[in-house]
């Protein structure tokens, strides 16, 4: 039912949402199993319930955002609420408050993601927020001038790109593309228009990247954006696909495509597919300068390259 599988994991250990979850259905333990049992043991089958769909997420699957937490958790926001998203759809125990688990945090929120220094970033309006796990990370808000110098407020959606590590922000009818090792960040190039991604559609409401795809998402339908090819991917039933039958489990919803399969442009040979979008740098790299201009306080880190599948080594502390 849903788009990605963890796959078998030996070490697999339930985390407190689960543990939660399975407690609220089936209630604590009450009895212990340490010593020796005091009468003979019998087995018995039982068969789980199916997990509830969940009525607002598949009567209204528009969100404002998702994202991947660094403890490797998906989440979807709406309005004052999340979900933890799970391989079977929505994880048991939600919808919870936004501002329960993320203090500080406002609802409403336009967009969020997750740089592979662990640090997830939340924007809305004009402002945003750093948090490490679920803990804010210093004093926040912060103007988005300020901290994404060259990013516009109001912003639809933003995702790190695997194809080169970049951020790419997205409004209306265009994208910014956000390189925090280049002083200025935003070349003078930019914005353009998001047609340039082939088959994706403007005024997205959310997006986030899992094993070499990226995944944006409109309204109640879903693009599967193939990060190799450049291209909306090429699946049966075709995209845009079901929100709610692909990523939160209602199995009621329609599971076949949704809406206009023939997404090419009608002149799709006046201009590339990716024009502008794996453009080479201009060696402005600020790595060896120490004014680091417009970007503030950006700092070169030496951990980890592959996390959240970026490949530069540049981390943001703005």
Same mark, same amino acid.
């Given at each position: 039912?849903?788009?990605?599988?963890?796959? &078998?994991?030996?070490? *697999?250990?339930?985390?407190?949402?689960?543990?939660?979850?399975?407690?609220?259905?089936?209630? /604590? !333990?009450?009895? %212990?199993?340490?010593?020796?049992?005091?009468?003979?043991?019998?087995?018995?089958?039982? =068969?789980?319930?199916? %997990?509830?769909?969940?009525?607002?997420?598949?009567?209204?699957? /528009?969100?404002?955002?998702?994202?991947?937490?660094?403890?490797?958790?998906? &989440?979807?926001? /709406?309005? #004052? &609420? @999340?979900?933890?998203?799970?391989?079977?759809?929505?994880?048991?125990?939600?919808?919870?408050?936004?501002?329960?688990?993320?203090?500080?945090?406002?609802? #409403?929120?336009?967009?969020?993601?997750?740089?592979? +220094?662990?640090?997830?970033?939340? *924007?809305?309006?004009? !402002?945003?927020?750093?948090?490490?796990?679920?803990?804010?990370?210093? #004093? @926040?808000? !912060?103007?988005?001038?300020?901290?994404? =110098?060259?990013?516009?407020?109001?912003?639809?959606?933003?995702?790190?790109? =695997?194809? +080169?590590?970049?951020?790419?922000?997205?409004?209306?009818?265009? *994208?910014?593309?956000?390189?925090?090792?280049?002083?200025?960040?935003?070349?003078?190039?930019?914005?353009?228009?998001?047609?340039?991604?082939?088959?994706?559609?403007? +005024?997205?409401?959310?997006?986030?990247? &899992?094993?070499?795809?990226?995944?944006?998402? /409109?309204?109640?339908?879903?693009?599967? *954006? +193939?990060?190799?090819?450049?291209?909306?991917?090429?699946?049966?039933?075709?995209?845009?696909?079901?929100?709610?039958?692909?990523?939160?489990?209602?199995? %009621?919803?329609?599971?076949?495509?949704?809406?206009?399969?023939?997404?090419?442009?009608?002149?799709?040979?006046? =201009?590339?597919?990716?024009?502008?979008?794996?453009?080479? $740098?201009?060696?402005?790299?600020?790595?060896? $300068? #120490?004014?680091?201009?417009?970007?503030? $306080?950006?700092?070169?880190?030496?951990?980890?390259?592959?996390?959240?599948?970026?490949?530069?080594?540049?981390?943001?502390?703005?």
């Amino acid at each position: 039912m849903a788009p990605f599988y963890r796959g &078998y994991q030996p070490y *697999f250990r339930l985390d407190d949402d689960d543990i939660q979850g399975i407690q609220a259905l089936y209630g /604590k !333990k009450t009895t %212990s199993t340490s010593g020796v049992p005091s009468g003979p043991r019998y087995t018995t089958t039982t =068969t789980a319930p199916p %997990s509830e769909e969940d009525s607002e997420l598949c009567t209204d699957p /528009k969100v404002d955002t998702m994202f991947n937490s660094a403890e490797g958790h998906m &989440y979807a926001f /709406k309005g #004052d &609420y @999340y979900w933890r998203l799970t391989a079977d759809g929505v994880a048991v125990g939600y919808p919870k408050l936004i501002s329960h688990s993320w203090k500080g945090l406002p609802g #409403d929120i336009d967009a969020a993601f997750t740089y592979k +220094n662990g640090k997830t970033y939340f *924007f809305k309006g004009s !402002k945003y927020w750093r948090y490490v796990g679920k803990r804010m990370d210093g #004093d @926040y808000p !912060k103007e988005i001038s300020e901290g994404f =110098t060259g990013i516009p407020d109001n912003i639809d959606t933003v995702t790190v790109w =695997t194809g +080169n590590g970049k951020i790419y922000f997205y409004k209306g009818t265009k *994208f910014w593309r956000f390189d925090p090792a280049q002083k200025p960040p935003v070349k003078n190039t930019y914005p353009k228009l998001i047609s340039n991604w082939e088959g994706i559609p403007d +005024n997205l409401d959310a997006s986030i990247v &899992y094993r070499g795809y990226t995944y944006f998402f /409109k309204g109640d339908a879903y693009y599967r *954006f +193939n990060d190799r090819t450049f291209s909306v991917d090429v699946a049966d039933p075709a995209f845009p696909r079901s929100t709610a039958y692909w990523w939160f489990g209602c199995r %009621s919803a329609n599971k076949g495509t949704l809406g206009n399969v023939q997404w090419l442009r009608e002149n799709p040979e006046d =201009t590339f597919p990716h024009d502008g979008i794996l453009e080479p $740098d201009d060696g402005d790299s600020v790595e060896n $300068d #120490d004014r680091r201009g417009d970007v503030g $306080d950006i700092i070169l880190d030496a951990g980890e390259d592959a996390a959240f599948g970026v490949s530069n080594t540049w981390l943001l502390h703005t």
